[in-house]
C-alpha cells in the first residue's frame, strides 16, 4: 500500500485504474472498488485510485466550506481497507482544469502503465469535461487500455451520490448518511480547552476543533460513539450556537459529553461516531431547563447506544 501526491513518484505497469474525487467513498463509489480490486487481483495486477484534492467543484465551482465528507488521508485509508494497492492523491487547480482530456490519459499512460480504466456512467475529464466516457473509448484504442463504464448505484430510486449525503447531513439525518455510505459517518478532532460552561452544569463536555472544509451535521443533539486510542464510548453530542447561552452569533461548535468519563482530554484526537439524531437544537427559557433537557437527551441516547453495542 503507497499514496502518492506526485504522479511522477511512481512507475508502474499494467494497472487496473480508477479516477474521481470519491468524497466519502460512499457505497456506489464501493461498487466500483470492489468490482475493480476483484478483478485486478485476480488477474495478478495492481489497483490505483487516482483521486483529487481540492474538489474540482471546490476550484470550478466555488464551493464553500463546510463541505468535504472524507479528508484526503481519510479516504486513503478507506481505499487500502477495500483492497487497493495505490492511492495518488492528484493536486487539482485551474491549471489541471484545462489540460486536454487526450494529454491527461498520455500522463497517466506514462506513470501508471495502465491497462484497464474503470469510471462511473457519468465520468468526465479534463479540459470542459471533453473526456467523456465516448471519447475516452476512442483513446483507449490508441492508449491501448480498456475502459469498463459502471452502472449507477441506487437507493430508495435515487443515486447515491456524494452531494446527497452532505444533504442529509445538513438535516440532522445520519441515519440516511450512514445508509448512503455504508457505515456510520465519522468526524475526527481534537478537543480544545472551551469555556467551561458544561462542567459549571455538572454536564462536562468535550469541545472539538474540526477542520473547517469537514462536512458537519446540521445543528441540534446526538447519540454518538466516541472512538479515543482504540476503546468505543457512549456519547452525546451538540453542534451548535448554544442559544440558552449566547446572544450574539458565535460559530458553531462541536461538543460531547462522554457518558460515565472523567478523564482529561486536553489535546488528544478523538473520533465521533454519528449514531441518532436526537433531536434539533433549541433555546430555553432557563439554565435549569437545558439541564433538565440534557439529562433526558443522556437517557435516550443511553438506550439507543446501549441498543446498538447488542446487535
Known sequence: MSHSYRLQDLSIQDAWLTIGSFDGVHLGHQQIIRQLTAGAHAAGAPVVVLTFFPHPSVVLRGKENPFYLTMPEEKADILYA???DYVVIYPFDRQVASIEAQAFIEMLKHHLGFSQLWVGYDFALGRNREGNVPRLKQLGEEYAYRLQVVDPFKIGGEVVS???IRR?????????ASELLGRRYRLCGMVMEGDGRGKQIGIPTANLEIALERAVPGAGVYACQVIRKGTVYPAVTNIGVRPTFEKDPVPPRV?????DFSQDLYGEQIELEFVAHLRDEQRFDSVEALVSQIHRD??????IL?????Q
Open 298 to 303: 443522556i437517557a435516550v441516547g443511553r438506550q
Open 168 to 176: 442529509a447531513l445538513e438535516q440532522g439525518q445520519v441515519n440516511t
Open 306 to 310: 446501549s441498543e446498538v453495542n447488542k
Open 162 to 164: 456524494s452531494s446527497r
Open 82 to 84: 477495500m483492497g487497493v
Open 255 to 259: 461538543e460531547t459529553h462522554i457518558l
